[in-house]
């Protein structure tokens, strides 16, 4: 499995960016790709998350409506579109896929993309 982020950077408050996550070594329409931030010296937080084969999407309470995850299954590539960015949301973001269950125990990891939101 491998999992590479990218798309970060820094951001005004009220801004956007959108991360991508290029996918290889599984089969893709077999996972579900999430969304997960931490910031140093807290556990890692979910944000959102997507199942490829049937495109249902979850969101944690304080992304909703601000971030979109959608996933291109041609290139194989997950993307988080992150709007109206908040101080709050600076986070290194990771992709991570599940292939067992649906957006709840990751088994590979991407190495991270840090976003920074200036206020």
């Known amino acids: 499995v491998q999992l590479v982020e990218s798309g970060g950077g820094l951001v005004q408050a009220g801004g956007s960016l959108r991360l991508s996550c290029a996918a290889s070594g599984f089969t893709f329409d077999d996972g579900a790709i999430g969304w997960l931030r931490q910031v140093p010296g807290k556990e890692r937080e979910r944000v959102a998350c997507?199942?490829?084969?049937?495109?249902?999407?979850y969101y944690e309470d304080s992304v909703r409506g601000r971030f979109t995850v959608s996933s291109d299954n041609a290139k194989n590539t997950v993307y988080l579109q992150m709007n109206n960015l908040k101080s709050e949301d600076t986070a290194v973001y990771f992709c991570?896929?599940?292939?067992?269950?649906?957006?709840?125990?990751?088994?590979?990891w991407g190495r991270g993309t840090q976003v920074t939101v200036s206020s």
């Open positions: 997507i199942s490829i084969s049937d495109g249902e999407t």
């Open positions: 991570a896929v599940d292939l067992v269950t649906t957006c709840y125990q990751y088994d590979g």
